[in-house]
């Protein structure tokens, strides 16, 4: 039970550490000038900066399972940091 509970916990933290890293090119995104209302940069922001990337195909399918199980997770998050800035 005790290794069960270890595996989980390091899934969970390569899982949020992956988010955190794929999630810092859309979030370092400079916009011109202020903009009032909703910004949607935040929400799926794991997907969007897979797509974006520029690996092999192959990588990319077997990482959009997981950042859009991420970014799911995190969408009330992303929601509030989009109408907060």
């Keep these: 039970m005790k ?27 400079a ?9 949607d940069e935040y929400v799926f922001a794991a997907t969007r900066s897979v797509s974006e990337m520029d690996v092999n195909p192959a990588l990319k399918v077997t990482l959009f399972p997981v950042t859009i199980v991420l970014d799911t997770a995190f969408l009330p998050f992303a929601l509030i940091a989009g109408c907060v800035t």
């Design 31 to 39: 916009t011109s000038g202020p903009t009032r209302g909703f910004n």
């Design 3 to 29: 290794r069960w509970i270890q595996r989980r916990f390091a899934v969970a933290c390569l899982a949020g550490a992956m988010f955190a890293l794929l999630s810092i090119p859309v979030a370092a995104r």
